[in-house]
């Protein structure tokens, strides 16, 4: 089938056998050939030189409408600034993906002369619009973007004014680092005659120098370092440890004994152990502070929710109406592909098909009846349904899920449970070799008793400890997130080591949402490529989603106009091709009676001249990799659950042997289930996709949301795995769990940096210029150690930027 | 000799007053420019203008398909 290789000159597609041409570029489809001659007319054309076929194919033929986006209040809601004469939006836009869609996107305004500016933020994936609003409306800007291929995600989130976020990096920690950094770099060229300790000559300027000192250290102890010692001193309230603890005893012995020194004119303090103390303390936040821009963990259902849907009023017009402003008793209209925005009962008197998948786990669609009731999350397949509605969404029965006590678990982003326990011990040690040392000198000199109580407290400082654990997650969450697998804040990397069970949902998580294959099972009689070609004309005018699956199916064969074509909602399709007269649809349409199904379920049966010739079946598509995810591989306690009934058991039981599975489970059995595990103290990964596993997905110690375009929904949870990324699952766990054995190593680096110190502070003899080179030693030695250590183990797991496209056949042990 | 050697070191070091103030007040122009950076908003897309300054060098015009 060499014309399969013909690539749509817009999106990339195959063309199959008959592609448009246009302006000498073949294209796939109407969609793609409107947005090159929309572009093209615009002069900018430059679109398509900065990266091959960069466009997204064009979803749906029917353009949605934007005219609620008007309503003075919508607009007020989604702007971000206005003034008398312009308005600024942001939208966000999951299909910004390369090059081509920054540059076209920010030549916009050549589209229009009412849009003034454009920026793209490309991290964020959403563009800044500033357009003159007597000129265009919001409604224009948005359909002009979604005639180009660029839909802004419009949903009930973006209308809620809390969505629009802070930037990607905390600016505060970054003003802290700069005034710490600043102030190090200083004090330590000012502590530099201390160090050389050149004679008299330089006493008069010493003792200026000290002074320009504290001038610089104040700063880094109040403003760059003041988070620490309100962090610990909020742990002594709350009477517990905290890392922070002894760092900040360290920093205060350090001021406390600097101010002393200097103040009595006896010595030059620790002010640059301080400093860099603080900066390297910082540095280790910043390197954590990771963020996934694109990607949103705490999305709930108002993220997958649409913000309009066509109401009818009175007279049986429909307008496009906020979702958020349904009352019970409207009757709406939710067309093919779009979200039921809350529960109702179906009026159209031939029902229609609704795909839950995402919303329950169920895998084919469900045909609906009139009178029956619908409920909110479902997506509606083919014809039009139209709905009278029974409840707000607030109110709607998938929504209940998130008033789940689940929901209101919060956890301390950032901090480490284990660090905080070593904190423990740590901090009563070093009390008591202080206590010791101070007690052993005390009868001796109380001077230097004084002095060895302060400079262990000085040495023992853990900064080289406090940093290794941000340093190897940072590294660890870099590593993942290069194979796809995204943490929310990287102490999730420390929860994951730790999981022993994992849960997997069904459908959508083991198995591919979208690209699903049909299965063509024949009754009698052969197909003949005639026939198919003719299956596929018809198939190619039916506007459901199943027709349209064979028609891209059966791209490959000849097809020919169809001379007649009928679509009977809710049935099927038919169609006259070449004197031949083909059935496409549910069985009591397509199948005459009498004649045995070959196979029950989702399918579509086909008629040809009024002979059955069989059925097109929905087979769902496991993953790849899937067979890695064994219990035997991974020696994980595995269960798997499904909102679907025991069909696939036989398939999922070839890939997992033995392990629990359980079907038909609602959205709270899921969660039940999960908390369950949780009270036999299993630590529970969960791997979930939809609506359905939000519950499980939060209450999990990790819950991983499966996603096949991570810029696009996904629920609430603390990592958002690619889904072909399945089968390096198992080895990024390894990799997590070799994080423990990494920091392990870093703690004891850094407790033998701090017994060096220890010994020399005991004795009283504990001199600035050795506290000042041996805390930035031990820090950048344990930086160094736990780079090279995470590095060389995503080598062996084969998790390096190298190794991250070809799969390793083999799997390290 | 000994006098002489004494004053001219002592005018010599006098200096390091000047250069610690100038190369303190050059640090701190430094800093003043990164917070103004950070407050501009340079940190929050660190991506995009990396891609944005490559479309400057494109001509002007384009499109070959056209010539208006």
Redesign the interface.
């Known amino acids: 089938m060499g014309a399969d290789q013909t690539r749509c000159f817009h999106c990339g597609d195959t063309c199959g056998a008959s592609p448009l041409v246009y302006?000498h570029h073949p294209f796939c489809c109407q969609g793609c050939q409107t947005v090159y001659q929309i572009l093209?007319e615009h002069?900018?054309?430059?679109y398509y030189?900065?990266s091959a076929q960069p466009g997204q194919k064009q979803a749906s033929a029917v353009s949605p409408q934007f005219a609620y986006l008007d309503a003075p209040e919508m607009v007020d809601r989604l702007a971000v600034l206005r003034d008398p004469r312009s308005t600024t939006v942001v939208f966000r836009i999951p299909a910004i993906h390369c090059?081509s869609c920054?540059?076209l996107l920010?030549h916009v305004h050549r589209l229009h002369p009412g849009i003034g500016h454009a920026?793209?933020?490309?991290?964020?994936r959403e563009v800044t619009v500033t357009y003159l609003h007597d000129q265009v409306r919001l409604s224009e800007v948005v359909s002009l973007l979604h005639k180009i291929g660029y839909s802004p995600q419009l949903n009930l989130d973006s209308a809620d004014p809390a969505a629009h976020t802070s930037?990607?990096?905390d600016?505060k920690l970054?003003?802290k680092l700069?005034?710490a950094g600043?102030c190090f770099?200083?004090i330590m060229?000012?502590s530099f005659p201390d160090y050389l300790d050149t004679g008299a000559?330089q006493q008069q300027?010493q003792r200026?120098?000290n002074i320009?000192n504290i001038v610089l250290g104040l700063p880094v102890f109040f403003y760059s370092g003041w988070d620490y010692v309100r962090s610990s001193w909020l742990g002594i309230r709350q009477r517990r440890f905290v890392i922070d603890q002894p760092l900040a005893l360290g920093m205060v012995a350090m001021l406390g004994i600097s101010l002393w020194e200097i103040g009595a004119g006896i010595g030059p303090g620790y002010l640059d152990s301080m400093a860099g103390l603080i900066f390297f303390l910082l540095l280790g936040r910043f390197f954590q502070a990771k963020t996934y821009a694109a990607l949103a963990f705490d999305r709930d259902y108002k993220a997958y929710f649409p913000l309009s849907v066509l109401r009818k009023d009175a007279a049986g017009l429909s307008h496009p109406t906020l979702v958020s402003h349904l009352k019970p008793g409207d009757t709406i209209v939710v067309r093919n592909q779009e979200v039921v925005p809350t529960d109702g009962i179906v009026l159209s008197p031939y029902g229609g098909e609704v795909d839950y998948s995402f919303a329950t786990g169920e895998q084919d669609p469900v045909p609906v009846k009139k009178g029956e009731m619908l409920y909110a999350g479902g997506r509606v397949q083919g014809t039009a349904i139209e709905l009278s509605v029974l409840k707000a969404t607030q109110q709607s029965h998938l929504t209940r899920l998130w008033n789940h006590p689940a929901f209101q678990k919060t956890y301390q982003a950032g901090h480490s449970q284990r660090l905080d326990r070593i904190s423990k011990y740590f901090t009563i040690g070093i009390l008591t070799i202080a206590g010791s040392a101070a007690a052993f000198w005390a009868p001796v000199d109380i001077h230097t008793a004084l002095y060895a109580f302060t400079s262990v407290l000085v040495v023992a400082c853990p900064c080289a400890l406090a940093i290794s654990t941000p340093f190897v997650f940072g590294h660890i969450t870099r590593i993942l997130g290069r194979n796809g697998l995204y943490l929310k804040h990287s102490a999730v990397v420390e929860r994951l080591a730790l999981v022993d069970t994992v849960v997997f949902d069904k459908t959508g998580t083991l198995t591919k949402p979208q690209a699903r294959q049909l299965r063509f099972t024949a009754s009698e009689g052969v197909m003949t490529d005639e026939m198919l070609g003719a299956v596929a004309a018809v198939a190619k005018q039916s506007t459901h989603p199943l027709s349209r699956m064979i028609a891209s199916q059966l791209k490959g064969y000849r097809t020919h106009a169809p001379e007649m074509v009928q679509e009977v909602p809710g049935k099927g399709v038919a169609g006259v091709v070449l004197g031949k007269e083909v059935l496409l649809g549910r069985a009591d349409f397509a199948r005459p009676a009498g004649v045995v199904p070959v196979s029950e379920g989702s399918c579509v049966h086909v008629a040809i001249d009024g002979a059955y010739k069989g059925s097109f079946e929905l087979e769902p598509e496991y993953r790849e990799g899937i067979a890695l995810l064994h219990p035997a591989q991974t020696r994980l306690d595995t269960h798997i659950l499904s909102g679907d009934a025991a069909a696939e058991e036989m398939v999922l039981r070839k890939w997992f042997g033995p392990v629990p599975m359980h079907f038909k489970q609602t959205p709270e059995d899921k969660l039940a289930y999960v908390e369950a595990l949780l009270r036999a103290r299993r630590q529970v990964g969960m791997l979930g996709d939809g609506l359905n596993d939000a519950g499980a997905l939060r209450a999990a110690s990790v819950g991983i949301a499966v996603s096949d375009n991570a810029a696009m929904f996904t629920p609430a949870a603390d990592a958002i795995l690619e889904g072909k990324a399945m089968a390096r699952l198992p080895r990024m766990l390894k990799m997590a769990k070799a994080s423990l054995g990494i920091v392990q190593a870093c703690t004891v680096l850094s407790l033998l940096y701090n017994c060096v110190g220890v010994f020399f502070a005991v004795q009283g003899e504990l001199s600035p210029i050795l506290a000042a080179v041996l805390m930035p030693a031990s820090s950048i030695a344990v930086v160094t150690l736990s780079t090279v250590l995470s590095y060389r183990k995503a080598r062996q797991l084969g998790l390096s930027p190298g190794n991250t496209l070809a799969e390793p056949a083999v799997i390290p042990a | 000799m000994n006098a002489i050697s004494a004053a001219s070191s002592f005018v010599r070091m006098e200096v390091i007053f000047l250069l610690i103030g100038f190369s303190l007040f050059v640090a701190l122009i430094f800093l003043v420019i990164f917070i103004w950076n950070v407050r501009s908003g340079q940190y929050e897309d660190t991506e995009t203008p990396a891609i944005r300054m490559l479309f400057d060098n494109e001509p002007v015009n384009p499109n070959p398909h056209k010539d208006e």
């Open positions: 302006d093209q002069n900018l054309c430059q030189t900065l090059s920054i540059w920010e920026e793209v933020n490309f991290p964020r930037g990607a990096v600016r970054l003003y700069g005034v600043f770099g200083n060229l000012l000559v300027y200026l120098f320009l």
